[in-house]
């Protein structure tokens, strides 16, 4: 059974079908890409998946659960994690405070503070900068906010919108290099990223979107390969 299903989903913004009718999985473990033009609708699935938007028609499962009209802070609570696109932080708080808010749903207050310096072991500039407000902070800074922000709520699956918009090469590198090693210690990722070369690079499988649909689908290693992802996505 997969950890995440997304079965026919259907999503419409007044009479304009944004999302056609999508399906596909996310295994316990896996890195899944999902890549596709602006305006294909991949931050419109990723709201869907968790609870900001709603579908029309079609179903979300999260480990078996029937997701599809459960609310977004429930669905955290379930183990899923959002970093929205734009980072999103609480621009007005400290690093420390958007941490910590990260965690809302967690009452364990030691694995709490075990967490919080997993997050500093992760991503060091966050320590640097704790007592910084995060409205000052860079765009690859405030990324990573966003990413161990995500990580205090101790996530089965951590679902990512544009983590690279923005960012210089070398940031872009840094950020996909926590991606895998986010996984490596054991979160399921699900991945949106117009940059297709690099999110084809980490991840396991892909999907490609167009206008609401999945076009393709198959292992990445293979879709960095296909001529039609190459001359549509990766510029060759």
């Known amino acids: ?56 028609e079609g179903t979300v499962t999260f480990e078996g659960k029937d997701i599809t009209k459960v609310p977004a802070h429930q669905i955290v609570s379930l183990g899923m994690a959002h970093v929205p696109e734009g980072r ?6 400290s690093v420390y405070e958007n941490l910590k808010l990260g965690a809302y749903t967690r009452t364990d207050k030691s694995e709490i503070a075990k967490n919080l310096e997993m997050v500093y072991d992760r991503f060091p500039r966050l320590k640097e900068r704790r007592n910084q407000l995060a409205g000052t902070l860079s765009g690859g800074e405030q990324q990573m906010l966003a990413m161990g922000r995500a990580l205090m709520s101790q996530p089965k699956i951590i679902v990512m919108d544009e983590p690279s ?39 396991d499988r892909a999907y490609v979107l167009e206008t609401g649909n999945i076009v393709l689908e198959g292992e990445a290693s293979q879709l960095l390969e296909d001529e039609s992802v190459k001359k549509a996505y990766l510029g060759e």
């Open 1 to 56: 059974m997969a950890m995440l299903e997304v079965k026919d989903l259907k999503v419409n913004f007044g009479v304009i079908n944004a999302i056609k009718g999508v399906s596909f999985e996310v295994n316990e473990g896996e890195v899944i890409a999902l890549i596709g033009a602006n305006g294909a609708g991949k931050t419109t699935i990723l709201n869907t998946i968790t609870g900001l938007v709603a579908s029309a």
């Open 88 to 93: 999103r932080v609480f621009a007005e708080l």
């Open 165 to 203: 918009m923005g960012l210089s090469p070398i940031l872009v590198n840094e950020i996909f290099d926590i991606i895998e090693k986010v996984s490596a210690a054991g979160t399921t990722v699900l991945v949106v990223e117009q940059n297709a070369k690099k999110a084809l690079s980490i991840a």
